[in-house]
């Protein structure tokens, strides 16, 4: 119960953040150039490091390969380089848009074309099946909403996937990983028996929804799913820290009510952008959303996308990616509606 406590009684923290960090955004003019700087350059060191652990078994650092095959960089053991990059991606492309309006910064725009294309191969070789879903589930949603850079943003994305199937075939471990081994983790039995993702998965899923149905309201607490998952377990999958998935997590250890608020800003994202795509398509309008809100809301997208496995919700690395873009966003607002 102390676990509880520590990760629900504070989470409001994670507003403040999003909230300090628009007025600092106002406060300071530069602030927002230098972000974007700061990004591109981890952005850019990743993309060195993982290209040379890939190509000579070790990074800068002397980390090898995990499992051989899997890159890393600088995250050595903790694989989240994928997660990271794909996480990040939209944010790091809607501040070039919104900096690069002027157009006349022609290195600029070689390099980070350069660094794009390279950063969503790295997301693939990286072996996250999930960063590599998300990497392409924000880049078909920009290229549809996007007005200014729709084009380049389309070449750039069609460019990294040809790089992928490359990499996919002088990789032959990346076939096993992204191909068999999907198709194995949705038939894992003999009778080939349809999962959610995997037998693992789906019964983690099971014993949260077992959970949800005695804890209704409130659910078992947060970061308890772990400790009430013994009671509740269809099989010796059943159990783990959370049940990855974020809405699973959410009904199961807070509660419908909780679930219900984060579902509904996903609703409210899909709304926004549906009507945006509408207006845009019947030429009544250029949209309800600019370009850089339009990346902003593709961070959000991947974020509360519900039909995925994903990390906790209550974990820091995830509030940290969630709220980001929204005092990016509140920002933004705010801007556009002083013009």
């Not at 909780?258 to 709304?271: D, E, G, N």
Request: charged fraction near 15%.
């Amino acid at each position: 119960k102390v676990l509880s406590l520590k990760n629900s009684f504070f989470y409001f923290r994670f507003g403040i953040f999003s909230l300090c960090f628009w007025y600092l955004l106002e406060k300071e003019l530069n602030l927002i150039r230098n972000l974007f700087y700061s990004i591109l350059i981890c952005f850019s060191s990743l993309v060195i490091d993982g290209y040379i652990q890939y190509i000579f078994g070790k990074n800068l650092f002397g980390y090898e390969l995990y499992n051989k095959y899997r890159v890393s960089s600088f995250f050595g053991s903790e694989l989240i380089l994928g997660s990271y990059l794909a996480r990040l991606f939209p944010i790091l492309f809607g501040l070039f848009v919104f900096l690069d309006r002027s157009k006349k910064n022609k290195f600029l725009l070689f390099f980070v074309t350069f660094l794009f294309i390279l950063t969503e191969g790295l997301i693939f070789l990286s072996g996250e099946r999930l960063a590599l879903f998300f990497m392409n589930l924000s880049a078909i949603y920009i290229i549809l909403m996007i007005k200014e850079y729709r084009i380049y943003r389309f070449w750039t994305y069609f460019t990294s996937l040809i790089l992928i199937i490359f990499l996919l075939n002088i990789y032959p471990n990346a076939k096993e990983r992204f191909v068999d081994q999907t198709i194995y983790d949705f038939t894992r039995n003999k009778d080939e028996k349809l999962y959610i993702f995997s037998k693992p998965h789906t019964d983690m899923y099971i014993t949260a929804y077992r959970i949800f149905l005695d804890n209704k309201f409130f659910g078992v607490g947060p970061r308890q799913f772990r400790n009430s998952c013994d009671k509740y377990s269809v099989s010796e999958y059943s159990c783990e820290t959370h049940p990855h998935n974020t809405y699973m997590e959410l009904m199961s250890e807070s509660g419908i009510f909780a679930f219900l608020m984060v579902l509904t800003l996903f609703i409210l994202v899909c709304f926004l952008s549906l009507k945006h795509l509408f207006l845009k398509l019947t030429g009544k309008k250029n949209g309800i959303i600019n370009d850089f809100e339009v990346c902003l809301l593709s961070s959000l997208i991947i974020s509360l996308w519900p039909f995925s496995p994903s990390g906790s919700f209550f974990n820091n690395w995830m509030s940290i990616v969630y709220y980001f873009p929204v005092g990016l966003l509140l920002w933004q607002r705010s801007i556009r509606k002083l013009q």
